[in-house]
């Protein structure tokens, strides 16, 4: 089992839709999760980050922790084909240490 | 504010050479992260240092690779020989040193080939 899992896509949403995109991770220690976008040919960019259970919401943008059930995901209100990209879940392994677990991405793509 | 400074951002050179990349984190940060990203692999964490200390280096492949940062602003990676198989794009990320949730900001990346 892979530490950080995501489905790789692509994800295709019509524009102005809700796009979901989920990622699981098998360290139940870990403490901080981050959403990065990163646009082909581009670096990664953060987008959120969460660390409660709960939702936590900017803009556009809802993060979504369930620690219990180890999963974490990223709600786009509005989908616009601008935000079309590969999203990155990165969660920090144990307490205490400053490594990130990348997922492999999920791509998505927003149709006009 | 500037971010994370990696050079070059295009490097092609030929198998056996030696490759050196270069990277100057946000002023103020005391973590450096170097990555390496392909197609099949994803983006892998090789090594990454607080305070221009090496804390882990588990993940750098082999012997081949070596990664230094001799101050607060400059971090090498470096390749020699260098191999067909390095070709990928790797990425400096640098961090605040004030808690665990503390995102890593990501330089442009450089661009590797070996031909």
């Known amino acids: 089992q892979k530490e950080v899992e995501q489905n790789s896509g692509p994800l295709s949403v019509p524009e102005g839709a809700i796009a979901s995109l989920n990622c699981t991770y098998s360290?139940?220690?870990?403490?901080?999760f981050f959403w990065y976008r990163q646009y082909s040919g581009k670096s990664p960019e953060l987008i959120m980050f969460?660390?409660?259970?709960g939702d936590k919401e900017d803009g556009r943008f809802t993060a979504q922790l369930n620690k219990a059930s180890q999963y974490v995901s990223l709600l786009i209100r509005d989908s616009q084909p601008s935000d079309s990209a590969t999203y990155l879940c990165a969660v920090t392994s144990q307490r205490g240490t400053y490594k990130y677990i990348f997922g492999t991405g999920t791509r998505l793509k927003v149709l006009a | 504010d500037a971010g994370v400074i990696q050079s070059p951002r295009h490097e092609v050179t030929e198998m056996g050479q030696e490759v050196t990349l270069r990277c100057k984190p946000i002023?103020?940060?005391?973590?450096l992260f170097w990555y390496r990203q392909t197609m099949m692999r994803g983006l892998e964490l090789l090594i990454y240092?607080?305070?221009?200390?090496?804390?882990?280096d588990s993940g750098m492949p082999e012997d081949r690779f070596s990664a230094k940062m001799p101050n607060a602003s400059f971090s090498t990676l470096k390749i020699q020989p260098s191999e067909p198989r390095d070709s990928a794009v790797y990425f400096c990320?640098?961090?605040?040193?004030?808690?665990?949730?503390?995102?890593?900001?990501f330089g442009d990346g450089t661009r590797l080939s070996i031909l």
């Open positions: 969460i660390y409660s259970n």
């Open positions: 360290d139940r220690g870990s403490q901080s």
């Open positions: 240092f607080n305070n221009n200390v090496p804390i882990d």
């Open positions: 990320a640098s961090r605040a040193d004030r808690s665990t949730n503390q995102p890593q900001h």
């Open positions: 002023s103020g940060h005391d973590y």
